[in-house]
């Protein structure tokens, strides 16, 4: 029976399998993160609009406590969107940090799939090679007592 193959850094791939999922799941969760923001970014910008654009068109024909109203809306708007710009600038940065950590942990999980990867080939073929031998010794077995006997 063959011998089966081990790699003895399994552990140490295992690791750094695990790693890489929590570094992609950090990575995915900032990403959601910065998409909602983005689109909450987007509803506010609308909103903005909506509100410019209704006082627009009441032109001077709005009463005083309606401008103050919409005035107050759209100030409120404004630094709703201040906020929420700086708080996607700094998702897209943790997003970016994430990505670029997520992108580290997969390289080093390669580094050692190469590696066992190239034990398991050295590992195969070293099989093949004492298979060879074995086959050899057999065939080389069988050609002595297939000669003749000189005597």
């Given at each position: ?9 399994q552990?140490?791939l ?12 950090a ?21 903005r609009?909506?509100c410019?654009?209704a006082?627009a ?29 700086l708080?996607?600038?700094d ?16 390289r ?8 066992k990867?190239g034990a ?8 093949m ?15 002595y007592?297939?000669r003749?006997?000189?005597?």
């Amino acid at each position: 029976m063959a011998a089966r193959f081990r790699f003895t850094l399994q552990p140490l791939l295992e690791a750094r399998e695990r790693v890489e999922r929590e570094k992609w799941r950090a990575f995915s969760d900032s990403r959601i993160a910065a998409d909602e923001c983005r689109l909450k970014l987007e509803r506010l910008v609308q909103a903005r609009r909506h509100c410019a654009n209704a006082l627009a068109e009441a032109g001077g024909f709005i009463a005083g406590r309606d401008a103050r109203f919409f005035d107050a809306r759209l100030r409120s708007l404004e630094s709703s969107l201040a906020r929420e710009r700086l708080r996607q600038t700094d998702l897209e940065a943790v997003c970016a940090g994430a990505r670029d950590e997520f992108a580290a942990a997969r390289r080093e999980r390669r580094v050692i799939e190469r590696l066992k990867q190239g034990a398991r080939q050295s590992f195969e073929r070293a099989a093949m090679r004492c298979e060879e031998l074995e086959i050899d010794e057999v065939n080389a077995g069988k050609a002595y007592c297939a000669r003749p006997s000189t005597r």
